[in-house]
């Protein structure tokens, strides 16, 4: 049992009190929420090995000290369960890796928002969605309140307020909380996590910061290698944020689903030979740009002797991961902000500490 000592509010038992209340003091991010009872916030920490003080890290933009506490009442408030608190602390570890570059992210104008990656062996038991909608839609409890809790401790602890403290232009809808799994089991190739070097009786959360989902889908192609092109081709848009900075920054992430997945294994049967082919043609000719543009791109050394403008500097930076539904015509391009690289965090539970 823990000592709980967050500042406390009395509101009426009565649902819409709470949720008039968080609108109104703007710790709420506009749907209802749950009343963060000592009852609930202490079954949350009972699922971690950390005491209640223990500090996670200072979440920018105001770097407010995020405690072990303070993170469960948020999850408590978007509706986590207790084994669900210790995928939160997870992607908050992960985010606040100095190369995932936390403040740029939750100041910029940009929409990027962190999106929690989840590899292991409890994605079913917890509703981590992975296979039809998973990246919305799905009803999954663990992805839709992990994803809002990481949200939650970014505004509430971490400051982040749109037009204030940060300068999102639009925002998008995931910044209310996305977290989605990676159809482990229906992959030709070692998992996300497994090619960041863990182990595959770990759950693990990789935190990449994308700006949004880019969908592309396909009825012509039975060549994979054609359609791997293609994809490729998606990626390396003009107006990229991954054109405007350093070239060796930033991932994009590329969700294949199962049955392309399966297409692309036969001819491509080790997942570093996927992401050099994806490289290889990620480019696009720099007289597609405008004059003022080539100019530009030409200053930043973004141009090569072929007159070719390649999206990043190595394969490792295309990152591709198998979920979603069994409908097949569809993939999904995760652009990156171009100043970040995702980072990944074990969950840490209370059995296994």
Same mark, same amino acid.
């Given at each position: 049992?823990?000592?709980?000592?967050?500042?406390?509010?009395?509101?009426?038992?009565?649902?819409?009190?709470?949720?008039?209340?968080?609108?109104?003091?703007?710790?709420?991010?506009?749907?209802?929420?749950?009343?963060?009872?000592?009852?609930?916030?202490?079954?949350?920490?009972?699922?971690?090995?950390?005491?209640?003080?223990?500090?996670?890290?200072?979440?920018?933009?105001?770097?407010?000290?995020?405690?072990?506490?303070?993170? +469960?009442?948020?999850?408590?408030?978007?509706?986590?369960?207790? +084994?669900?608190?210790?995928?939160?602390?997870?992607?908050?570890?992960?985010?606040?890796?100095?190369?995932?570059?936390?403040?740029?992210?939750?100041?910029?104008?940009?929409?990027?928002?962190?999106?929690?990656?989840?590899?292991?062996? #409890?994605?079913?038991?917890?509703?981590?969605?992975?296979?039809?909608?998973?990246?919305?839609?799905?009803?999954? $409890?663990?992805?839709?309140?992990?994803?809002?809790?990481?949200?939650?401790?970014?505004?509430?602890?971490?400051?982040?307020?749109?037009?204030?403290?940060?300068?999102?232009?639009?925002?998008?809808?995931?910044?209310?909380?996305?977290?989605?799994?990676?159809?482990?089991?229906?992959?030709?190739?070692?998992?996300?996590?497994?090619?960041?070097?863990?182990?595959?009786?770990?759950?693990?959360?990789?935190?990449?910061?994308?700006?949004?989902?880019?969908?592309?889908?396909?009825?012509?192609?039975?060549?994979? +290698?054609?359609?791997? &092109?293609?994809?490729?081709?998606?990626?390396?848009?003009?107006?990229?944020?991954?054109?405007?900075?350093?070239?060796?920054?930033?991932?994009?992430?590329?969700?294949?689903?199962?049955?392309?997945?399966?297409? &692309?294994?036969?001819? &491509?049967?080790?997942?570093?030979?996927?992401?050099? &082919?994806?490289?290889?043609?990620?480019?696009?000719?720099?007289?597609?740009?405008?004059?003022?543009?080539?100019?530009?791109?030409?200053?930043?050394?973004?141009?090569?002797?072929?007159?070719?403008?390649?999206?990043?500097?190595?394969?490792?930076?295309?990152?591709?991961?198998?979920?979603?539904?069994?409908?097949?015509?569809?993939?999904?391009?995760?652009? #990156?902000?171009?100043?970040? $690289?995702?980072?990944?965090?074990?969950?840490?539970?209370?059995?296994?500490?």
């Amino acid at each position: 049992m823990s000592t709980l000592t967050a500042e406390q509010v009395e509101v009426a038992a009565n649902p819409r009190a709470l949720y008039e209340l968080s609108l109104a003091e703007s710790w709420g991010d506009g749907a209802p929420l749950l009343p963060p009872t000592d009852d609930v916030v202490q079954a949350l920490l009972d699922a971690t090995p950390y005491p209640a003080d223990h500090v996670v890290g200072a979440l920018p933009p105001k770097y407010g000290v995020a405690t072990v506490e303070l993170v +469960a009442i948020n999850a408590a408030m978007a509706g986590c369960e207790p +084994a669900a608190l210790p995928f939160v602390l997870a992607a908050l570890e992960a985010l606040l890796v100095p190369e995932w570059n936390a403040f740029g992210l939750t100041t910029t104008t940009s929409s990027v928002f962190p999106l929690p990656i989840v590899n292991g062996p #409890s994605r079913d038991a917890l509703g981590i969605d992975y296979r039809a909608g998973c990246m919305g839609g799905a009803g999954g $409890r663990g992805s839709m309140t992990i994803g809002r809790a990481v949200s939650l401790c970014l505004r509430n602890i971490g400051g982040q307020r749109a037009g204030v403290t940060s300068r999102s232009v639009f925002g998008q809808p995931a910044r209310f909380g996305i977290c989605f799994g990676e159809w482990e089991e229906r992959s030709p190739w070692p998992s996300l996590a497994a090619r960041r070097g863990y182990s595959a009786a770990l759950d693990v959360v990789t935190v990449h910061g994308t700006k949004g989902t880019f969908p592309l889908a396909d009825i012509n192609n039975d060549d994979p +290698a054609d359609l791997l &092109f293609l994809i490729a081709k998606c990626t390396a848009f003009p107006l990229s944020n991954m054109y405007l900075g350093n070239v060796e920054n930033g991932e994009m992430v590329i969700a294949i689903n199962p049955m392309w997945a399966e297409r &692309f294994g036969k001819a &491509f049967p080790d997942v570093q030979s996927v992401q050099a &082919f994806l490289r290889e043609h990620a480019w696009q000719p720099i007289e597609l740009w405008p004059a003022a543009n080539q100019a530009i791109l030409r200053k930043k050394n973004r141009v090569d002797e072929r007159g070719r403008v390649y999206l990043c500097a190595g394969p490792d930076q295309m990152v591709p991961i198998v979920c979603g539904g069994l409908g097949s015509l569809h993939a999904v391009v995760l652009p #990156s902000f171009g100043e970040s $690289r995702m980072q990944s965090a074990v969950v840490r539970t209370r059995e296994g500490a």
